[in-house]
């Protein structure tokens, strides 16, 4: 697609319940990266995926947040029993296969609002 | 752990002056760079600094990167009303694309 596009723009969701995020990254980008936005606070790298390799999952603050990528593609980011301190903005973003003129430019998504009552 | 400090963290311009953010880190790179994202809206990239000494512009945007400092700088020529965004600088500092964001600078611009 044109642009890396995420899906729910937002979520609301009651403490405890899973709630699921989708990525679809821009055509083309073999990496994709999800990162969390904290009220006030800077962006939190949660894990990434380049090509067909185990993902760097180093980021992921709990067992209860995890994320696949089918088929290259699509990424879904999973939270778990939820709690009010997951209430963030979660970014998705792609880039070109490293070490590809431009691997180096993140292009984000613009985000999915999760707020956890 | 790497520490990536901006400041100011808020800053109010007035139109047709020059101002500076700084970004600071505190691990050795030669990868950083620039975005901006405009409220309700996704992030943006301005510039990747890949080199020490490195200087890219853009408009009334200019970015260097000192990384023997560890610093870099994001100059605002003449600033107008549509600059009014929040800038942030990310740092990679192991060449594997994740990368450390600073807090965000907030610049509102005023007439």
């Known amino acids: 697609g044109a642009g890396v596009s995420q899906s729910p723009s937002n979520k609301v969701t009651e403490k405890g319940k899973d709630v699921e995020l989708r990525c679809d990254p821009i055509s083309g980008h073999t990496a994709l990266y999800w990162y969390r936005q904290s009220l006030g606070q800077g962006l939190e790298f949660l894990i990434y995926f380049q090509g067909n390799s185990a993902p760097d999952k180093s980021g992921l603050p709990s067992d209860r947040f995890s994320a696949e990528r089918t088929g290259g593609s699509v990424s879904t980011l999973t939270i778990q029993r939820t709690q009010q301190e997951d209430s963030a903005v979660y970014l998705c973003?792609?880039?070109?296969?490293?070490?590809?003129?431009?691997?180096?430019?993140?292009?984000f998504g613009a985000g999915s609002r999760l707020t956890v009552l | 752990e790497l520490k990536v400090e901006q400041n100011p963290l808020f800053l109010s311009m007035q139109e047709g002056k020059n101002y500076t953010i700084y970004c600071n880190y505190s691990t050795t790179s030669d990868r950083l760079y620039w975005y901006r994202q405009d409220p309700g809206k996704s992030l943006e990239s301005l510039f990747v600094l890949l080199s020490n000494g490195a200087v890219k512009q853009e408009g009334r945007l200019m970015a260097s990167l000192d990384t023997k400092a560890r610093l870099s700088t994001l100059h605002i020529t003449a600033a107008v009303h549509d600059l009014s965004a929040t800038y942030f600088c990310a740092v990679d500092i192991r060449n594997d694309y994740k990368l450390s964001f600073g807090a965000g600078t907030t610049v509102t611009v005023r007439a």
């Open positions: 973003a792609s880039s070109f296969e490293r070490g590809v003129p431009g691997a180096n430019v993140l292009t």
